[in-house]
Nanobody
Framework: QVQLVESGGGLVQPGGSLRLSCAAS????????MGWYRQAPGKERELVAR???????MYADSVKARFTISRDNAKNTMYLQMSNLKPEDAAVYSC?????????WGQGTQVTVSS
């Protein structure tokens, strides 16, 4: 079994920064930490940032130049550095991983952007 645990969310003022972490544990051999998604109240879950199969990064247009996705395979952890946060970035952020045709999700971490 695979467990994904996100952390780092919280309340931040507009223009502020947060760094989210997604730590994987359990049966992590050949686990592929894929990306970050978010869901705001009343909205569909949307992709924020992800890694392609070649390891390149892709971002939603709304977060380009403000968010950076990275991962440390040695620590089995993926990160999302978020800068210049806007009220519309407020959502529950979840990480997603893949292994042997099975997708795994974390429980999510809340990000609130408000003055």
């Amino acid at each position: 079994q695979v467990q994904l645990v996100e952390s780092g969310g919280g309340l931040v003022q507009p223009g502020g920064s947060l760094r989210l972490s997604c730590a994987a544990s359990g049966s992590i051999f050949r686990l592929n930490l894929m990306g970050w998604y978010r869901q705001a109240p009343g909205k569909e879950r949307e992709l924020v940032a992800r890694f392609t199969d070649s390891g390149a990064t892709m971002y939603a247009d709304s977060v380009k130049a403000r968010f950076t996705i990275s991962r440390d395979n040695a620590k089995n952890t993926m990160y999302l550095q978020m800068s210049n946060l806007k009220p519309e970035d407020a959502a529950v952020y979840s990480c997603k991983a893949h292994k042997n045709g099975v997708w795994y999700w974390g429980q999510g971490t809340q990000v609130t952007v408000s003055s």
